[in-house]
């Protein structure tokens, strides 16, 4: 694999970018924070994190004209990854705060965690260390979790979650409060994770700097 030399990660103002960028330059990467198109397409990777409610980061890209570039890059095979809301951000739409559209890149829906047990009570966001599996079926080779063993725990902080409506773009699912969810995907060159590899030790390094070397 060759590694990637320049990341572009998108500022937009609701990302968790430093420590995204932190990360990735421990890794050997060349990282900037930029908000330009020309940047972002220039770039060997881009990654766009996410911290907040989707609606308003929609309207921040909309306002930015980022929209079209992301779906860009996409479409063009250059590796691309969300991160948290960075995910969320790829489908087509959400339910937070009412109905928004998304991306596009990825068909599928953003919604709550619902407390479908009554006798088992579970606090709402998702907030700490959860495990992460692969579907059955579905191998991590060649993708950002080929690294890892399966048996790994990862840093989560959300209310909402991914659901893809192909789900074989489901790299990875999670449990919390008894449901399961999509904690990541990849469809080509698309990567996408719920949790924040940033803030997962050595598992999250190791994602990252699979991605990195993509």
């Known amino acids: 694999m060759t590694q990637i030399k320049k990341i572009a990660v ?4 609701m990302g968790n970018i430093f420590s995204v960028k932190h990360a990735c330059e421990y890794l050997g990467a060349e990282v900037y924070l930029t908000s330009s198109k020309t940047d972002l397409l220039a770039a060997d990777g881009v990654i766009l994190p996410g ?3 989707f609606g308003d980061a929609m309207q921040v890209l909309n306002r930015l004209d980022l929209v079209s570039v992301l779906r860009d890059i996409a479409t063009m095979g250059k590796p691309l990854m969300g991160i948290c809301l960075g995910i969320q951000l790829l489908m087509t739409e959400s339910y937070e705060f009412g ?11 953003v919604i709550r965690f619902e ?7 579970f606090k709402v966001p998702h907030i700490g260390w959860n495990q992460i599996y692969a579907p059955k079926g579905r191998s991590w080779a060649k993708t950002p979790l080929e690294c890892l063993n399966g048996e790994d725990f990862v840093y989560f902080v959300h209310s909402f979650y991914a659901r893809p409506q192909d789900p074989n773009v489901i790299l990875s ?5 008894g449901t399961p969810f999509c904690s990541s995907i990849q469809s080509g060159n698309v990567f996408g994770c719920q949790f924040h590899p940033e803030k997962s ?3 999250g390094l190791k994602i990252l700097k699979a991605f ?3």
């Open 115 to 121: 407390n479908e047990n009554k006798e088992k009570l």
């Open 51 to 53: 911290v907040g409610s």
């Open 212 to 214: 990195l070397n993509n």
């Open 173 to 177: 699912m999670s449990e919390y409060g």
């Open 10 to 13: 998108v500022d937009y103002g």
């Open 201 to 203: 030790g050595p598992a």
């Open 99 to 109: 109905r928004h559209s998304g991306l596009k890149i990825i068909e599928g829906e």
